[in-house]
């Protein structure tokens, strides 16, 4: 298998790897961490490509357990972790599996909503997510997703350019991260410090903060209170994108304080 892909901006002495989510890319301004360069000030930032989307190479099937593996290979020796959407699935279970490469761990709105099974809006949503999944037209093409999962919810249909079909065509395929069954003890058990960051929602279209923002919101207070995160949440519904600043700050902030606790003492 052909190695992952990745983006590196900065040359700093501790480096922190990126995880997207669907229909994007490591470098993506629209959907990805292209706001979260101004880090590469002080940061070495690995901006991974997941398997079929931007530079990596193609995958039949890729799931968040291929993404861990990739995202093992790119912590190395040690590095920071953030994981948004589906890229948060691969980064949770990249962290159980190698809690002794991780020296942070920050989720952006996590696509994992089975940890949280239980709570009335995720269950439905749940519900909602394997019909859906169930019901997908074989014949329907990237781009009717595309206008399907964005439109028919209230949002803007971005540019249908080859990168973002590609990244589409990917996500059809996908095994769903909304029901990834990871292990919370290990995370909550691991030494190093870990930060949930979460949009508020009000500004999101009604469909779009009925079917996703509720059961978001509601699976990251959980998995946020199960692990010991801290919690940031900044208006909005794509806190990277919309609120660069604030979520920028707080993860210079979470990895100096990181780096800082892990220097010996003499």
Known sequence: ???????????????????????????????????????????????????????SPDIEGGDYEVDAGDIITLLGDGAHLVGHSYGGAGAMLAA??????????TLIQPGTLRPA???????????????????????????EYLRAST??????????????????RTAMRERPCWDADIPLDPLATAPWPKLMISGTWEDAPELYRRYAGEPLIAAA????????????????????????????????????????????HL
Do not use: C
């Open 1 to 55: 298998m052909a190695d992952v892909r990745a983006t590196v901006w900065g040359d700093g002495a501790a480096s922190a790897v990126f995880v997207h989510g669907i229909f994007s890319w490591g470098t993506d301004e629209l959907y990805g961490f292209g706001g979260q360069r101004p880090l590469a000030d002080e940061f070495r930032l690995v901006m991974m490509d997941r398997r079929g989307h931007g530079a």
């Open 96 to 105: 159980v599996r190698r809690p002794d490469l991780v020296r942070s761990l």
């Open 117 to 143: 099974a239980g709570h009335p809006v995720v269950d439905q949503a749940l519900e909602r997510a394997r019909a859906g999944t169930a019901e997908l037209p074989p014949e329907m093409t990237p781009q």
């Open 151 to 168: 439109e028919g919810i209230g949002m803007p249909v971005p540019d249908a350019t080859l990168e973002r079909l590609r990244a589409v």
């Open 221 to 264: 207070e959980f998995i946020a209170d199960r692990i010991g995160a801290r919690s940031l949440k900044v208006p909005g519904y794509y806190p990277q994108v919309q609120q660069p600043v604030p979520v920028n700050d707080a993860l210079r902030t979470l990895w100096r304080q990181a780096d800082q606790s892990a220097e010996p």
